[in-house]
Each structure stands twice: as C-alpha cells, then as structure tokens.
C-alpha cells in the first residue's frame, strides 16, 4: 500500500505525456467527436492495462528476452504510426453538413493493437513489475496495479480527447482545422521515428 500513491503519479505521467496514441487520440476527436472517440480510449488503456497483467504472470517475460521480437515489433510500429499520420494528413477537415465517413476512423481493435506493438508500453509493463510488485501476494498486487493503471490512464486520454474538441471548436474554419491535422500527422510522425533514430 505505501508503493499506492507513487505507482498512481508513475501511471498519470505514462498515459498523460504525449505519445503516439496521445495524438490519435486528439485528432481521432478533432474529427469524429467524443462520442465516437470514447471507445478507442478505452480501447487502448485495456490494451495496455493487460499488458501490464500480462508482463506480471509472466506471459510477456518471454518476449521480452528475444531482442529480434523486440525489434520488429518496433519496426511494424513505426510503419503502422507512419501510415497512420499519412492518413491524417490527408484527411477532409470535419465539416458541420457533411458527415465523415465512418470506416476512414480508427477502429477500437487497432487502438489497442497500437499498445501491443508499441515496446514503450512493454517496457512500461516491466517497469510497473519490476518496481511496484513485491511480498508474498504477487498476482493480487499485479491484478490491483493493472486495473489502477486503467483507471488512472482513462481520464487522461478523455484530457487529450477533449482537447482534440476544443481545438475543433476553436479554430472553426476548414483551412485552419486542415492545418491541425497535418501539424498532428507531423507529430504523430516524428513520434513514432524518433525513438527509432536515436
């Protein structure tokens, strides 16, 4: 219990910092609304909250050891991230008498499949093992800390959501939303080669 309130302030900077699903989180609002971006949210923090689970039983582990898995694992990320900010990029701005089609969204499956591949959140998950876990009861603690982390990355998403909102709202014109777009495809880009640079 005394590792509780270090482990929630771990947690709100891993999902609150900027980063990939961050930013498609953000544009994915900017475009569809809330609504339609609540589900990828809760997709995505499933996703990584069972990743965590999973590196605690030990499933993860596994992976972890072969460096060739965690190699194209970040390889299919990029790749997958790159083609992703393509399609922002190019993306109508939201337009109030014309609905955007639904099937050019992000689907919840490929929201929580971004956290698989995605060896931060894998490295994340040995983190929160390996620094919050101990005693006795490891599988009680490991469940606990898996559905905390869901908890606490929840909100934090539904933050970068409603800014997607506001700056739909706040910016108003076609011209002004299209710039939005590609300055977050630029983002969203530059975050997923960046790592892979250096």
Same mark, same amino acid.
Request: proline share 7%; net charge positive.
């Given at each position: ?23 498609? *989180? ?32 030990? *499933? ?39 609905? *955007? ?15 698989? *591949? ?41 933050? %970068? ?31 997923? %080669? ?5």
């Amino acid at each position: 219990m005394e590792s509780l309130l270090p482990f929630m302030l771990f947690a709100f900077v891993a999902s609150i910092t900027p980063g990939p699903t961050n930013i498609l *989180v953000l544009s994915h609002c900017s475009r569809y609304g809330l609504g339609a971006t609540l589900p990828i949210i809760l997709g995505a923090c499933v996703a990584a909250a069972s990743i965590v689970l999973a590196v605690g039983l030990g *499933v993860g582990e596994t992976l972890l050891q072969f460096a060739w898995v965690q190699q194209a694992m970040a390889w299919f990320g990029v790749l997958w991230l790159s083609w992703l900010a393509w399609q922002i990029y190019h993306s109508p701005p939201p337009s109030p008498d014309a609905a *955007v089609p639904r099937e050019k969204s992000i689907s919840v499956a490929s929201a929580a499949a971004l956290q698989v *591949v995605n060896p931060k959140v894998w490295m994340m998950a040995v983190a929160v093992v390996s620094v919050f876990v101990g005693g006795s009861d490891k599988s009680t603690q490991i469940v606990a800390l898996s559905a905390l982390f869901l908890l606490v990355s929840v909100p934090c998403m539904t933050l %970068w959501a409603l800014l997607g909102l506001g700056s739909t709202r706040a910016l108003g014109s076609p011209q002004a939303l299209r710039r939005l777009n590609q300055l977050l495809a630029g983002l969203l880009l530059l975050s997923a %080669w960046l790592p892979v640079l250096l």
